[in-house]
Nanobody
Framework: QVQLVESGGGLVRAGGSLRLSCAASGRFFSINAMGWYRQVPGKQRELVADGRSRGSTNYADSVKGRCTISRDNAKNTVYLQMNSLIPEDTAVYYC???????????????WGQGTQVTVSS
């Protein structure tokens, strides 16, 4: 079982920055990918950024150049540095991890509880 705990959300003015953190804990064989998604009421959850264990990353077009995803494998933690925030970034941000269980087999996707990011104009 993998548990994900997000932190770092809050209220920030347009143009400001936030750094979201997500720490993974529990028992797993490996975490193969970690990423960030966000969701606005009435809209489907969408990818913000993610990265595979070998280092490949991808970003939503709307955040390219403004956000950077990074990972501390020793701490099983993934970060999302968000700069030049705009009101459209307002959403609940969810951490996601794709991990292989200790028992082996196929990888599974896990989600955190979410952290609110509100950007005021």
């Amino acid at each position: 079982q993998v548990q994900l705990v997000e932190s770092g959300g809050g209220l920030v003015r347009a143009g400001g920055s936030l750094r979201l953190s997500c720490a993974a804990s529990g028992r797993f064989f490996s975490i193969n990918a970690m990423g960030w998604y966000r969701q606005v009421p009435g809209k489907q959850r969408e990818l913000v950024a993610d990265g595979r264990s070998r280092g490949s990353t991808n970003y939503a077009d709307s955040v390219k150049g403004r956000c950077t995803i990074s990972r501390d494998n020793a701490k099983n933690t993934v970060y999302l540095q968000m700069n030049s925030l705009i009101p459209e970034d307002t959403a609940v941000y969810y951490c996601n991890a794709v991990a292989t269980p200790v028992a082996g087999g196929y990888e599974y996707s896990y989600w955190g509880q979410g952290t609110q990011v509100t950007v005021s104009s």
